[in-house]
Each structure stands twice: as C-alpha cells, then as structure tokens.
C-alpha cells in the first residue's frame, strides 16, 4: 500500500492529484499574465520607438543638439568621435581591449589620414556625485557631439550580452530630456543610446556586438554568486526587453550585427586597487572585427585625400609641418602669461618681464658684418627648458594665435618628420617661404650647400628690411638639426632681423652647443618654468574633456596635492594612467596608488606596458633600446626582435602593436633614423624595472653584437655598434676578431681602434730596463704577411702590435715588450712569434736581424706610459 501511495497510485492519490493539477494550472495561469504583462509593455515600448522613428525623418533634432559645434572648421584634420555604448560590469574586458589595442592602432591608422581619434568610452567621467539628470545628459550629449562633428553619422559601436541595463524611473528623467531626445519610459540608458546614436537614423556608422553568454556556466563556484549578476539580468521584463532589441537589431541592421564569444580565463586582481576582475579571453576575433567595420566606415565619410603615391617632397614636408602645428596646439592648456609674452614679442613690442642676455663681441661664425646688420634690427627670442616640458606645444600654439593677428609665420618643427632634421633642406623651404621665390638652381657641386644658401638669404634681407609686412620666423626644437660641422654650428642663424622680421627659436635646456652660439649675440631668453597649481589643473582637465571625462573634485584636489604636480611630465604622465584606467568606482584608489615621483610612475608605466602587450616582445623592445647606445635604428630593431640566427624579422603586425603602445615615449633622431626614449627620465625607468640583473644586460648586449656582426649590412652602423655592444656584454674576442679582421672596421678612426684595443691589453709593466722583460718578436714569414693586426694592406713588420696602426717612418720606432709574466719562455737569443707563436731565433750581437722583425708600437699605443706597459691584447 505504501509503496502504491508513494507512486501516486493509492486511494488519496487521485485527490492529491486534482489537487496538484488544479495549482499548476494556477500557477501556470499567473505566468501566462507575467508574460503577457511582459510582452505588452515590450510590444508597447517598440510601438513608441516606431512612432519616433517617423518623428525623426521628419524633425531637426540633431541641429539642436547640446554638445558642442567643431572648433576646428577651418582646420584640415577633422575629429573622428566614436562613442562606445554597454553596461559597464559585464563588459569591462572588452573596452579595455578596445581602449588598449583597437584604439591605439586606429588613432595610428587615422593620423596618416589627417584625422583625429578621440573614443568616447564613458567608463569614468561623470563625477560620483552626479544626479540621474546630470548621468542621462552626459551620455545623450557626447552622442549630440559625436553627430555634430561626424557629418551627422557618428561612429557607434554597441556591445550587448545578457544585461539590458539601468532603467532610471519616469520621475528621474528630466522633463526638458524626454523632449530633446524623445525619451522612451521604462528603457534603460543603454536602449536609449542606441536609439539616439544609431537606430532611429539607421545610422551607417554604427555597429553592434552581441556576445554569447555560455561562459558564465565556467565561473568559478566561490565567485560566481559574486560575479553572475553582473553579467546575466534576473528580471524577467528587462530579459524579454534584451530579447526583443537583439532581434530588432538583426532586422534593422542585418550587415553591421556580429555575434561573437568569448571564454572565461579566471579571476584577477587589479594592480592598485585589489579589486576582483572576472578576466575572459579568445577575444581576438572581436578586435579585428571592430578594427575592420571603424575603417570601413571612416574611409566611406572621409575619403583618403593622401593619393598621390609620389608627392613633390617640398610640398610633402610643408604639410608635414602644418598638420604636425595644428595637432600640437590643441594640447596647450595653462601658460598664458608665458604665450602672452611670446606674442607681444611677435607683434614687434618689447617682450614684458625679458632682458636682453648674451654678447660677447667675438663671434666669428655668426659674423654681424657678413650679415650686413644695422641699428634697429630685432634680437631673437630663445625659449629653452627641459625636456617634456611641452615647448613644442607653445611653440605650435603661438604660430596660431600670431596668425590671428595678421602676422604671417614661418614655422619649422625639427622633428615632425624625418627630412624636418635635415638643416639645409629647413634653410631652403625657410628662404623659399619668406621670400617668395622658387630656388629652382642647385648649388654647384664645388661650392658648400650651406655657404650657397646663406649667401641667398643674406643678399634677400636688405629688401626685407624695406618691406612693410610683419614675418615671424619659428624654429621648434632647433638642438635637434643635424649638423655635420659642429665648428660652424648655426651659422646659418642670423644675429639679428631686419624690419618687422621677429625670429623665435626653442632649444632644449641641456644642449650647450645650441646655448652658447646663441649667446653670442644679444638675444631675449624665455625659460620654461614649473607648473603652477592652476596650470596642471587646466592640463588635466583640457585633456580629460577630449574624451569626454571629468574628474570629482576631492579627485582633483588629491592629484594637486602631490610635490610632483610643478613638473609637467608627471601631469601628463598621470593624466595618461587615468585616460586608460577603466573602473570608475575605484578611480580614487587608483589615484592614491599611483607614483607621487616621475620614476616610481615611469616605473608602473613600463610595468603596463609589459603586462598589456599581448604580443610577447614588449619586454625584449624596450630592454633592447634601453641597452643601445644611442637609440637604435627602426629597421634593426624589428630584426632583432624576430630570430637573428634565421634571419627572419619581426612579423609587421607584431612590430605595429609595440610601436603604438611605445610610441608616446620614444622618439626618432639623427638620419638614420635612432629610435630612442623621449626622455631621459624613461630610460632610467627601464634600468631600474627591466634591466635590473647584470646577467641580463649581458644577454641584451650579446643579442645586440650578435646582430650587428652576423646580420645587419649597414658597416657604418656597424662599426659604431659592434664594439660598444662587446665591451658592454665581455666577449672580448669577438672584438678583436671584428677589429683585426672584419671589413666593417676599416672606417674606423685609428684612434677610436687604439683606444679599444688599451682596454683589452695587459696592465702590467713591460719597462725594458727590467732584466725579465723581453721584446716583442715577429717571425720572417709573419712580418711579410699583411692585415694581421687591421683589415688593411700593411705589412706586419710595419704595423702596430695593438691596433694596426701602419707605423711611419720619420719617428724613431718604440718596440714592444711582454711583461716579466708573458715572457717565460724567452730569452734574449729565442723568442716566440707575436703572429704565429713559432720559435725565432734572436742575434743581439748583429745590428740587423734578417728572419725577423721586432713588434713596433705607434704614437698613439705608446703615448706616455704605455710604452712600458705589456703589448699583449688579453681575451679573457
């Protein structure tokens, strides 16, 4: 009986089944309502979407929109805004991949355009104590802005999973918003961003990533109550509302919807706030796709305008300098008094607060009478100060501002390009432009390039000392020209300008070559100061905006506050840091964390850069070009990051994702290209966060002189690189092989070659006067042969024992002895080989050896000395 009960099929079990069917009708009733309920408030918001979508085609609404119009009208770069729409939870890893990687290599790909990117990624931004009104107009007016200055197409990407979103209530959205952007009640936010930025308009420009949600079956048991609300709604309606606007999208927009997926890695902690991150990956596939729809769409509404494969490369370069002014003068912010000062001087006032400095009457380079100088003419003005301390973007900003006045500039930014360095190229794109006239003839072949063009620009000033018209003459970053006479160094550069002529040059502060010359002559001196609080306040913020972000005011105060706020490369260093820091709700930790010293946030920097990368060099590029001397040129360093013993470089898209994320800190310099950090401050970070083990910078010095001597062809990079490398990582007879044997090394100055080989050779007194010392000896067959000691055509009997230098015969010969240690063995009467190691007999009774030559050392390896010290060059 128990038994037949139990299976429901004893004498109670028909009630106990009425009974039962009767509540799961019930039950089954009041879902039925929920999902009626359900439906009808779905089906009622997509009615009232249709009802604006017709409003839309027939209204106005983006000219009367909030945000604000382009500044830049008359500028040739245009803004590309593209605003990234989600819940912020759930989709923390795939903006931090948009932020990090597709960003930065689309902000690459449109600057060849003439573009600016600016990604509107409203993770932070809005003050924590914003209101619900001050939340909905944050993010409807960066979409106003985002159709102002996108042709009315902005650039919209929506990620959407398993949340539907905020839904503020019908009392908290004001009533002048539900007019301007026909709001829809009982939608979120999200929803209405896409109404607003794509749906309504169909807009072209957006496109949409919807991610399956399988991988929340993979989080882990202990975090997933923790994690899974995050990414998976719990309320029915907003289910069926996600439901519903997945499906419309696919309809409406059937070529720009991608379903993507994802797998769950694991959980993290944050650097600096500890705060647990669910970290997902295979996300690749989503990167390219967003890479490929944004060119796609910017290609359609800007069209490339750079066709021309083969540009006349005069043209090219005044294009170069005008589009690198206009880019630098939109990051000025603060230094008023500084630009006020500059511009007064422009407009031929005497420059406030600035004396005359310099003048010592000897100058035979810059020579008044070759320039014809006469009373009256204008000092220049010098603006000097550290590196990073934004020069460049003064300077960029004053060519702007003087143009509004009337005043015609010539500018010239050293650097913006690689022919910007070249100084004679300058001097001729700089007398075409102030004068007027097409230098159509060459100087001839006998004459200095330098002297022809001076003489040009000399003869062109009488008349510019009668013209009317006010010139002002800008030379950014004049230390970096290139200039193969160091005697000569500017002499180019006028003293002083005629007429309305106003020249003014910048220079870094610690570049006394540059320095000196000018103070030749009396000029103005402008130094660039320390940051006021005021200054980096108006930094920051400016910066910020670009992007849409804003920080609380406590947030503000506690950056301000710190002892490294005067100094401008931590200020746009931090400000930098919080650009790309994607958690909102621990931005105050995240302050607090970072470094108040420019080398403990270098530092973080770097660590950033090697814990982001993705490629796996990041490491090697920065400890490579950190170990160089002197920067290291583009194309070597792509080979040695790929496989030096296959002679295979880096892959190309491996190498462009590590020159975007580097590329703010790093720069190029001289002909060939150096790539090199920006700033000494950055190198130092390297050594003391990378290069931290002597073992490793051996490694890093071997792989270097590894390159250079089996790969690279570039003998004159070669001969530069190679020995500095080998001394640097110990392989010392892989230089004496590379000195005395290889091709490379015939450039090389004889006495850069000795001054090598005194650091390899033994230290220990080799006096003659001392009874166990004996001479250096070389055998009949040996001295004949040539090249032993350099890879030159010398004998050996007429060569130097330790660099190769040929010996000349109007000094008396220096012989060259071992010391008492390397002279076992020998004797006054045998003698081993210098070359070959064979026994030679030795006569001291005849005052001609025949069969044998004594080692013979030149002026420069026995100067002093070293004509007592041992000749043997040690390897170990």
């Known amino acids: 009986m128990y038994k037949r009960y139990l299976y429901g099929d004893g004498p109670g079990a028909k009630q106990e089944s009425t009974q039962s069917s009767q509540q799961q009708t019930k039950q089954e009733k009041s879902a039925d309502s929920v999902q009626d309920i359900m439906t009808t408030a779905v089906t009622k918001c997509w009615e009232k979407v249709e009802e604006s979508c017709d409003r839309f085609k027939n209204s106005d609404v983006l000219q009367n929109a909030r945000g604000p119009t382009d500044k830049r009208k008359q500028s040739s770069w245009k803004t590309v805004r593209v605003f990234v729409s989600s819940t912020f939870t759930d989709f923390f890893n795939e903006r931090e991949v948009l932020v990090k990687k597709v960003f930065p290599e689309l902000r690459e790909w449109c600057e060849d355009r003439s573009?600016?990117?600016?990604?509107?990624?409203?993770?932070?931004?809005?003050?924590?104590?914003?209101?619900?009104?001050?939340?909905?107009?944050?993010?409807?007016?960066?979409?106003?802005?985002c159709h102002s200055e996108n042709e009315g197409t902005p650039f919209f990407i929506n990620l959407t999973g398993e949340r539907y979103g905020w839904v503020p209530s019908d009392e908290e959205v004001p009533v002048d918003i539900k007019s301007q952007y026909d709001w829809i009640s009982g939608t979120s936010i999200t929803f209405m961003?896409?109404?607003?930025?794509?749906?309504?308009?169909?807009?072209?420009?957006?496109?949409?990533?919807?991610?399956?949600?399988?991988?929340?079956?993979?989080?882990?048991?202990e975090y997933y109550e923790k994690f899974y609300k995050r990414f998976v709604d719990a309320d029915p309606v907003q289910k069926e509302h996600l439901r519903v606007l997945k499906q419309k999208l696919r309809a409406r927009f059937p070529d720009q919807v991608f379903p993507y997926s994802c797998q769950m890695e694991g959980v993290t902690e944050e650097i600096g706030t500890g705060r647990a991150t669910l970290k997902l990956k295979g996300l690749d596939d989503f990167a390219e796709k967003v890479q490929t729809f944004l060119q796609g769409a910017i290609s359609r509404t800007y069209p490339d305008q750079k066709a021309d494969k083969n540009p006349d490369p005069e043209l090219q370069e005044m294009e170069n300098q005008r589009l690198f002014m206009e880019k630098k003068s939109e990051f000025v912010a603060g230094r008023e008094d500084l630009l006020k000062t500059m511009l007064s001087y422009a407009k031929g006032e005497?420059?406030?607060?600035?004396?005359?400095?310099?003048?010592?009457?000897?100058?035979?380079?810059?020579?008044?009478?070759?320039?014809?100088?006469?009373?009256?003419?204008?000092?220049?003005?010098?603006?000097?100060?550290?590196?990073?301390?934004?020069?460049?973007?003064?300077?960029?900003?004053?060519?702007?501002?003087?143009?509004?006045?009337?005043?015609?500039?010539?500018?010239?930014?050293?650097?913006?390009?690689?022919?910007?360095?070249?100084t004679e190229k300058m001097y001729r794109r700089i007398i075409q432009t102030i004068t007027g006239e097409e230098l159509d003839d060459m100087p001839p072949?006998?004459?200095?390039?330098?002297?022809?063009?001076?003489?040009?620009?000399?003869?062109?000033?009488?008349?510019?000392?009668?013209?009317?018209?006010?010139?002002?003459?800008?030379?950014?970053?004049?230390?970096?020209?290139?200039?193969?006479?160091?005697?000569?160094?500017?002499?180019?550069?006028?003293?002083?300008?005629?007429?309305?002529?106003?020249?003014?040059?910048?220079?870094?502060?610690?570049?006394?070559?540059?320095?000196?010359?000018?103070?030749?002559?009396?000029?103005?001196?402008?130094?660039?100061?320390a940051l006021t609080i005021e200054d980096a306040r108006l930094i920051i913020t400016h910066t910020l905006a670009r992007f849409n972000k804003r920080l609380a005011p406590d947030e503000m105060d506690l950056i301000l506050s710190?002892?490294?706020?005067?100094?401008?490369?931590?200020?746009?260093?931090?400000?930098?840091?919080?650009?790309?820091?994607?958690?909102?709700?621990?931005?105050?930790?995240?302050?607090?964390?970072?470094?108040?010293?420019?080398?403990?946030?270098?530092?973080?920097?770097?660590?950033?850069?090697?814990?982001?990368?993705?490629?796996?060099?990041?490491?090697?590029?920065?400890?490579?070009?950190?170990?160089?001397?002197?920067?290291?040129?583009?194309?070597?360093?792509?080979?040695?990051?790929?496989?030096?013993?296959?002679?295979?470089?880096?892959?190309?898209?491996?190498?462009?994702?590590?020159?975007?994320?580097?590329?703010?800190?790093?720069?190029?310099?001289?002909?060939?290209?150096?790539?090199?950090?920006?700033?000494?401050?950055?190198?130092?970070?390297?050594?003391?966060?990378?290069?931290?083990?002597?073992?490793?910078?051996?490694?890093?010095?071997?792989?270097?002189?590894?390159?250079?001597?089996?790969?690279?062809?570039?003998?004159?990079?070669?001969?530069?690189?190679?020995?500095?490398?080998?001394?640097?990582?110990?392989?010392?007879?892989r230089l004496i092989n590379f000195l005395r044997k290889s091709p490379d090394s015939v450039s090389m100055p004889d006495f850069v070659r000795a001054r090598y080989f005194q650091s390899m050779r033994c230290k220990n007194l080799a006096d003659p006067v001392l009874p166990s010392i004996q001479d250096a000896v070389i055998c009949m067959a040996c001295s004949m042969k040539k090249s032993t000691f350099a890879p030159r055509f010398y004998d050996n009997k007429s060569s130097c024992v330790v660099c190769g230098s040929q010996i000349f015969g109007h000094r008396p010969a220096v012989r060259a002895h071992y010391c008492a240690f390397h002279s076992v063995g020998q004797s006054e009467r045998i003698g081993k080989c210098h070359v070959c190691e064979n026994v030679v007999g030795k006569d001291p009774s005849r005052k001609q050896q025949l069969g044998m030559a004594y080692g013979q050392l030149c002026d420069r390896c026995s100067f002093g000395n070293d004509a007592k010290k041992c000749c043997l060059i040690l390897s170990d």
């Open 115 to 145: 573009l600016y990117l600016v990604e509107c990624d409203l993770r932070w931004g809005v003050p924590k104590d914003s209101t619900t009104s001050d939340t909905i107009y944050t993010c409807m007016e960066e979409i106003d802005r």
């Open 193 to 221: 961003e896409i109404m607003h930025g794509a749906y309504r308009k169909r807009n072209p420009n957006a496109v949409f990533f919807l991610r399956d949600g399988e991988f929340c079956k993979d989080i882990p048991k």
């Open 350 to 422: 005497t420059p406030v607060g600035l004396q005359l400095t310099g003048g010592n009457d000897k100058s035979f380079v810059r020579d008044p009478v070759y320039w014809g100088l006469e009373k009256g003419d204008n000092p220049l003005l010098c603006l000097s100060g550290p590196v990073g301390y934004g020069k460049s973007t003064i300077m960029a900003k004053l060519a702007q501002e003087a143009e509004k006045c009337g005043i015609a500039v010539v500018y010239h930014f050293v650097g913006c390009s690689s022919d910007s360095r070249q």
């Open 445 to 529: 072949e006998e004459q200095d390039c330098m002297k022809f063009y001076k003489d040009k620009f000399r003869n062109c000033l009488p008349r510019l000392r009668k013209d009317d018209k006010a010139i002002l003459l800008l030379i950014d970053a004049m230390n970096e020209l290139v200039d193969n006479n160091a005697y000569s160094h500017l002499s180019w550069l006028p003293p002083m300008f005629p007429g309305k002529i106003r020249c003014i040059v910048s220079t870094a502060d610690n570049h006394f070559p540059t320095l000196h010359r000018l103070e030749e002559h009396p000029f103005y001196h402008a130094k660039m100061a």
């Open 562 to 733: 710190q002892g490294c706020v005067d100094n401008p490369l931590w200020v746009w260093l931090i400000t930098e840091e919080l650009r790309l820091f994607g958690d909102f709700r621990t931005l105050s930790t995240k302050i607090k964390s970072i470094s108040v010293s420019v080398d403990g946030l270098l530092a973080s920097v770097i660590k950033r850069l090697i814990l982001d990368d993705d490629t796996g060099y990041m490491k090697k590029a920065v400890s490579v070009i950190g170990c160089s001397q002197g920067g290291v040129p583009v194309h070597d360093l792509m080979n040695l990051l790929g496989d030096i013993d296959q002679k295979e470089a880096l892959p190309a898209l491996y190498w462009a994702k590590i020159r975007r994320h580097i590329k703010p800190y790093v720069r190029t310099v001289g002909t060939r290209e150096y790539l090199t950090y920006s700033h000494s401050a950055i190198s130092k970070a390297v050594e003391d966060t990378v290069l931290t083990s002597k073992d490793e910078v051996k490694t890093y010095h071997t792989t270097l002189a590894d390159y250079y001597l089996t790969w690279s062809t570039d003998k004159y990079i070669n001969v530069e690189m190679v020995p500095y490398h080998c001394t640097q990582a110990g392989l010392k007879q």
